[in-house]
């Protein structure tokens, strides 16, 4: 537009036939209207080619911020547990609690969790276990087994997440007759093949 009007301005003061001076000022002023339609596809094509090259950077930095995953979890005991995963590696941190699950009294194993307290004495045995289901308000569970006898007992803690996949476990597992060895007791293998979960 600024072109336009120092063209008309620059032929106003110009002293020639008029009619010669007008068929230069529109051709003038027609050169200039298809330069602009011309650099205007040129632009859009620019713009075109430019997208499509972004578009692999882009899609690339999603997936990559897509496949490093961080959540966080907690424990039944409220213990903070940090799930981190990208495609090569997985890695936890977590809270050390000295909470367990087991309290004996007067003879009697007793399963102990926030304000619940129950006598799971009967329950358990060496190959038997008391199980607990706790659900969080993320959708994820904790399911603790409590085993053995009132001498020997043990827990095991099981974290899943909202879909049911098994994230992470903890246990407090004894056992005189095992001490030393890599083996569990009956009791706790058979807890871990309930839930379908390998030894850890």
Known sequence: MIM???????FDKLEMDSEAKM??????????????TWMRYAACAATFIAVL???PTTRAAIVNAAEYLTRIFH??????????????MVKFSFE????????ISDGRLY?????????????????TYFRYELANSDGSKSVIFVGG?????????????ADGNYVF???KVHSDGLAGSDEMPAWADAALRSEDVQYY
């Open 111 to 127: 399963f102990v969790l926030g304000d619940v307290r129950d006598d799971i004495t009967d329950l358990c045995s060496e190959s």
């Open 75 to 88: 424990g039944a005991d409220g213990a903070e547990i940090i799930y981190e995963e990208t495609d090569n």
């Open 53 to 55: 090259f972004m578009i």
């Open 149 to 161: 006898t009132v001498t020997d007992n043990g827990w095991i803690e099981l974290l899943f997440d």
């Open 4 to 10: 336009e009007n120092l063209i008309k301005t620059t």
């Open 169 to 171: 476990g903890k246990r």
């Open 23 to 36: 068929t230069i000022k529109n051709n003038l002023l027609h050169a200039r209207k298809r330069n602009y």
């Open 96 to 103: 050390i609690s000295d909470t367990g699950y087991t309290e």
